[in-house]
């Protein structure tokens, strides 16, 4: 049985998910109460994109193990895909309380906080996260929070630092792009991608990133070079 379990993780890392989810099954078949079958069984599902039976492999796997973090935060992730940002917000309140001091946890109960629009909460949360350390996903939170209370230069600085830690940060680039847009400053939007293109001519990433969001504000002929 444990050689089923490890040769279904590693289908999983080789994305051939259908035997992955033979050799899953067939363990849980012979031990129903495996956690790690359940999650690498979910992770399946994940791959394929079938939401709601991801949702109940990961709930089972937190039934038989709570002390999970992973899972908790992959169930939590589930739920604020499916736009049930309060589901998700109580599975991450009922870790233990040494899991909720880790900044990974913490980077995530953010992004709920952020769908639930609890600002105070997201404020401290981002606070909490950041005497930690500076990571991409805290400072984007920072600057999306800084768009919602309308300091589009705080939030400019906060979008920039993240680019810095990783250039090919995507979601970082578009935010950026989105808070010139919020003042109808598209054109500043895209000589500042343009810019970040020239910059780093050998990231396919970032390279790809700037000619879809030159193709999609209607330059085409700009977005040829990318």
């Known amino acids: 049985v444990d050689a089923l379990l490890q040769r279904g993780e590693i289908l999983l890392r080789q994305n051939k998910i259908g035997e992955a989810q033979t050799d899953?099954?067939?363990?849980?078949h012979y031990r129903s109460d495996s956690a790690d079958a359940h999650y690498l069984l979910a992770g399946t599902y994940r791959a394929s994109a079938q939401t709601l039976q991801e949702r109940q492999e990961v709930s089972e796997t937190l039934r038989l193990d709570r002390t999970k973090l992973g899972a908790r935060i992959e169930l939590a992730q589930n739920f604020l895909v499916s736009h049930i940002p309060q589901s998700a917000l109580d599975?991450?309140?009922?870790?233990?309380?040494?899991a909720q001091?880790?900044?990974?946890?913490?980077?995530?109960?953010?992004w709920v906080l952020l769908a639930l629009g609890d600002i105070p909460a997201l404020t401290k949360g981002i606070k909490d996260g950041l005497a930690h350390g500076k990571t991409g996903d805290l400072l984007l939170q920072s600057g999306l929070?800084?768009?919602?209370?309308?300091?589009?230069?705080?939030?400019?600085?906060s979008f920039e630092e993240a680019i810095q830690l990783n250039p090919e940060n995507t979601r970082a680039l578009n935010a950026l792009g989105a808070s010139y847009a919020m003042?109808?400053?598209v054109p500043v939007a895209l000589r500042k991608l343009r810019e970040h293109a020239a910059r780093w001519p050998r990231s396919s990433v970032v390279q790809q990133f700037v000619g879809e969001?030159?193709?999609?504000?209607?330059?085409a002929e700009n977005a040829r070079p990318y």
Do not use: T, W, Y
Request: charged residues 25%; glycine residues 4%.
């Open 24 to 28: 899953l099954r067939l363990v849980l």
């Open 91 to 98: 599975i991450l309140n009922q870790a233990p309380q040494e």
């Open 101 to 110: 001091e880790s900044p990974a946890f913490i980077a995530e109960r953010n």
């Open 145 to 157: 929070l800084k768009l919602k209370l309308k300091d589009f230069n705080g939030a400019r600085s």
């Open 183 to 185: 003042q109808q400053q």
């Open 213 to 219: 969001s030159l193709l999609s504000n209607g330059e």
